[in-house]
C-alpha cells in the first residue's frame, strides 16, 4: 500500500464528517476506547493540554504547543481539519507524521477497521495517540473536533483543559443554546484537573462551567478575570499586545508580538497566557523567553495556515478560515478598519450552515465573488449567489475559489482588500497557501 492508497482507503471506506456531515457524525467513545485497547492506550503514556470551544481552538491549541515546544519539550499537536494534507493533523515539534507510519497504521489495522467500522476521526485520533506514544513526545497538545463530552479525543486525562468560547454552531449535534453547547464543551472537564476558560461570557454559560468543574472537583479559572489585554497595535507584520493583571492593575507581559495577528487573538491570548501559567504552577518549566519566542513564531514552528493569513500586498489579499458567525463578525471588524478603496470578497459555504445569518454580516457596499469548495456538504455557487442577492449582496458565481480570487484580482485596484474566506474548505482549495 502506498500513502496515497491509505488516504484514498481513510477517505473512501470510513464515514468522514468534514464530506458527509450528519450522516458520518459518530457520538460516544466507545469505538476509541476500543481502538486504544488494541493500540495498548497510547493515550496514557504521554501528559496532555486538551483544547474545546466553538473558536479559537485551532489558534489556541498552535500557541501552546510552540511555546511548549519552544521551551524544550518535544510537543505534539493534534488538530482538524486539515488544509492541504492529511498528515497536517499529527505533528511532533512542528514537523507532519511521517507518511510511512500511516502507510504502516492503515496496513497494521485495516482488519480491525473493517470489522469495527470506526468513523475516519475515531481512526485518526487512536493514530495520533498511537504516533506520539511510539515517538516519545513529552507532551501533545489535543485539539477536540466538536464539542467534548462525545468527542473521540476525549479520552485523554489531560494535565490541563481549554475551553476558549462558546457560540452558535454545530446546533444539531450539540444543543440549541448557549448553555446546552457549553455542557456538552464542558464535559472535557476531568476530575481534579484544572480548566481554563479563555473569556466569561454570558453569566448562565460561566454558571455551567462552574456546576461542571465543582462536580469533578477542578479549579477553574476564567481567563478574562484575571488578564485585561490594554492595547494592541500592528507592528513587522505582528499584533503586539500588552496584558496587564486585571486585579493588580500591573503590566504582566509588556509588547507580547502574537505571529497570528487576527484580532480574535485578543480573546485567545488571555486564555494561552493563564493555560501557561497554570502549567508553571504545576511544575512545568515554560521560562518568559519561550513563551515570548512561541508567540511570535507561532505559524513558522507550528505550520498553521489559513488565520488572518497574507496572500499579497498590492491589492491586499487575506483569508481566514472563521466560518460561523462569532468567528466571521470578528474577521469583519479587522477587515473594516483596514484602509481600503473598495473591498472585495471571494466567498464559498458548505449546505448545512445557517448561511442566510451569516450573509447578513456583510456590508452591501462591497463586491461578491462567490464559489463552491471542492467537498461534499458544498452550497452551490448559483444558490449562494441567489442567497446573497435576497441579503442584498451584488456578486458573480464562479466555479471554485481560484477562478473567483483570479476574477477579484483582474478587477482589483491595487488600493483594494480582498478577502477570501466563509468556509475552511474554501481556503483549504487556495493553490497559494
Known amino acids: 500500500m502506498t500513502y496515497n492508497e491509505a488516504i484514498e482507503y481513510l477517505y473512501s471506506r470510513l464515514p468522514i464528517f468534514q464530506n458527509q456531515g450528519a450522516r458520518a457524525y459518530k457520538p460516544g467513545l466507545h469505538t476509541t476506547y476500543q481502538f486504544c485497547e488494541r493500540l495498548g ?34 510537543t505534539g499537536l493534534y488538530t482538524s481539519p486539515h488544509l ?121 454559560v460561566a454558571q455551567v462551567f462552574q456546576e461542571v468543574a465543582g462536580q469533578q472537583e477542578a479549579p477553574i479559572t476564567f481567563a478574562s478575570d484575571l488578564l485585561d489585554v490594554l492595547d494592541s497595535q500592528y507592528f513587522d507584520g505582528k499584533l503586539l499586545v500588552q496584558i496587564q493583571d486585571k486585579q493588580t492593575g500591573t503590566s504582566k507581559y509588556k509588547d507580547l508580538a502574537l505571529e497570528l495577528a487576527g484580532i480574535y487573538q485578543l480573546k485567545n491570548i488571555k486564555g494561552v497566557v493563564a493555560a501557561l501559567e497554570i502549567l508553571r504552577e504545576k511544575g512545568w ?65 458548505v449546505s448545512d450552515k445557517d448561511v442566510s445569518s451569516v450573509l447578513k454580516l456583510f456590508p452591501k457596499d462591497a463586491f461578491y465573488y462567490f464559489c463552491a469548495p471542492s467537498n461534499m456538504r458544498a452550497l452551490d455557487a448559483s444558490k449562494l449567489l441567489a442567497l446573497a442577492g435576497s441579503e442584498g449582496l451584488e456578486g458573480k458565481a464562479f466555479q471554485d475559489v ?32
Open 84 to 204: 492541504k494534507s492529511f498528515t497536517e493533523r499529527i505533528r511532533i515539534d512542528g514537523t507532519p507524521v511521517d507518511e510511512g507510519y500511516i502507510v504502516q497504521f492503515v496496513t497494521d489495522h485495516q482488519e480491525f477497521i473493517e470489522t469495527v467500522k470506526p468513523s475516519f476521526f475515531e481512526v485518526t485520533v487512536a493514530m495520533a495517540f498511537d504516533y506520539f506514544a511510539k515517538m516519545e513526545v513529552d507532551v501533545a497538545v489535543v485539539e477536540v473536533g466538536m464539542g467534548g463530552r462525545l468527542d473521540s479525543t476525549n479520552v485523554i486525562i489531560p494535565e490541563l483543559s481549554v475551553i476558549t468560547n462558546i457560540s452558535y454552531d454545530h446546533m444539531q449535534y450539540l444543543g440549541n443554546t448557549l448553555p446546552e453547547i457549553a455542557r456538552e464543551k464542558a464535559g472535557i472537564i476531568k476530575y481534579g484537573v484544572p480548566v481554563v476558560i479563555s473569556e466569561r461570557q454570558d453569566e448562565v
Open 41 to 74: 492506550n497510547p493515550q496514557q503514556k504521554f501528559r496532555s493540554v486538551h483544547v474545546a470551544g466553538t473558536n479559537g481552538k485551532g489558534s489556541t491549541s498552535h500557541m501552546l504547543a510552540s511555546v511548549l515546544q519552544t521551551a524544550g519539550y518535544h
Open 285 to 349: 518549566a515554560i521560562p518568559d523567553e519561550a513563551l515570548r519566542g512561541g508567540l511570535a513564531t507561532t505559524a513558522s514552528l507550528t505550520g498553521l495556515k489559513g488565520r488572518w493569513q497574507k496572500l499579497s500586498d498590492a491589492p491586499l489579499i487575506l483569508c481566514d478560515t472563521a466560518h460561523n458567525a462569532a468567528g466571521i463578525s470578528s474577521v469583519l471588524e479587522q477587515l473594516s478598519s483596514l484602509p481600503a478603496r473598495s473591498r472585495r470578497f471571494v466567498l464559498g459555504f
Open 402 to 433: 481560484n477562478i473567483a480570487l483570479s476574477e477579484a484580482v483582474k478587477e482589483a485596484d491595487p488600493d483594494d482588500v480582498i478577502y477570501v474566506g466563509g468556509s475552511t474548505f474554501v481556503v483549504a482549495d487556495l493553490n497559494t497557501i
